[in-house]
């Protein structure tokens, strides 16, 4: 037992490492990496608020950062770029260089730990942003996801094509109403997540497709329509 939160003490110091933070409330921490199958009858013992507040946290310093980064840039390429920059995919790239999925805590069954889907790291480490800011303060997790995201930032030579924001912009000059998805199915396993999107745009022809996200079955059913078109 002693061994065991030897090691639990031993993978919190590595962690916070990586992302140069110490928290002075560790149960912010917790919260950000307990998923709500870990305390099913707590919903508040998990990192869903956390979640919601991260996102909003993150979306302001992403904004800012591509705002100044790229001030000659129209108000069309920042969204492209910061669409790309705080998507699911990215949440998903940078949380695995942590090492968010050594962290996150849910439940058992028969014994073996729930596998930590992508969609649990991308969840998490907003949560976890969300958690540092209460933390700190908005100039200290500034710093943080500005290290974090320096590399993904960096990467961006041009705005990113985005096929969702394409296809509202052929919808719109063609007089037509917006695309409309629907969220068809989800399935889980102990392996990964699946999405299957159906995406509609008026007197046109329907498209389904699939993806580890919502956000990534929606773009590759917009892609699919862009084909058609």
Same mark, same amino acid.
């Given at each position: 037992?002693?061994?065991?939160?030897?090691?639990?003490?031993?993978?919190?110091?590595?962690?916070?490492?990586?992302?140069?933070?110490?928290?002075?409330?560790?149960?912010?921490?917790?919260?950000?990496?307990?998923?709500?199958?870990?305390?099913?009858?707590?919903?508040?013992?998990?990192?869903?608020?956390?979640?919601?507040?991260?996102?909003?946290?993150?979306?302001?310093?992403?904004?800012?950062?591509?705002?100044?980064?790229?001030?000659?840039?129209?108000?069309?390429?920042?969204?492209?770029?910061?669409?790309? =920059?705080?998507? &699911? @995919?990215?949440?998903? #790239?940078?949380?695995?260089? %942590?090492?968010?999925?050594?962290?996150? !805590?849910?439940?058992?069954?028969?014994?073996?730990?729930?596998?930590?889907?992508?969609?649990?790291?991308?969840?998490?480490?907003?949560?976890?942003?969300?958690?540092?800011?209460?933390?700190?303060?908005?100039?200290?997790?500034?710093?943080?996801?500005?290290?974090?995201?320096?590399?993904?930032?960096?990467?961006?030579?041009?705005?990113?094509?985005?096929?969702?924001?394409?296809?509202?912009?052929?919808?719109?000059?063609?007089?037509?109403?917006?695309?409309?998805?629907? =969220?068809?199915? &989800? @399935?889980?396993?102990? #392996?990964?997540?699946?999405? %299957?999107?159906?995406?509609?745009?008026? !007197?046109?022809?329907?498209?389904?497709?699939?993806?580890?996200?919502?956000?990534?079955?929606?773009?590759?059913?917009?892609?699919?329509?862009?084909?058609?078109?």
């Amino acid at each position: 037992m002693r061994n065991e939160e030897e090691n639990n003490k031993s993978s919190i110091r590595n962690f916070l490492s990586k992302i140069n933070y110490k928290f002075k409330n560790h149960n912010y921490l917790d919260l950000a990496i307990t998923h709500s199958s870990f305390n099913e009858k707590k919903n508040y013992t998990n990192y869903e608020r956390l979640e919601f507040l991260g996102d909003r946290v993150l979306g302001l310093v992403i904004a800012e950062l591509v705002f100044k980064k790229h001030y000659k840039e129209k108000e069309g390429e920042l969204s492209k770029r910061f669409s790309d =920059l705080v998507s &699911k @995919k990215t949440l998903i #790239k940078i949380a695995k260089r %942590i090492d968010l999925e050594l962290m996150i !805590k849910t439940s058992r069954e028969y014994g073996y730990k729930i596998k930590v889907t992508e969609s649990m790291l991308a969840d998490s480490l907003e949560a976890l942003i969300g958690a540092i800011f209460l933390d700190s303060d908005f100039i200290m997790v500034k710093d943080i996801v500005q290290k974090l995201w320096k590399e993904v930032i960096n990467e961006q030579a041009t705005p990113p094509d985005n096929p969702k924001s394409y296809l509202q912009e052929w919808c719109l000059k063609k007089k037509k109403n917006l695309p409309n998805y629907t =969220l068809l199915e &989800k @399935k889980i396993n102990k #392996k990964l997540e699946n999405f %299957i999107v159906e995406l509609k745009i008026e !007197k046109l022809k329907q498209t389904k497709a699939n993806g580890l996200t919502k956000q990534e079955a929606e773009t590759n059913a917009a892609k699919e329509m862009i084909l058609k078109l």
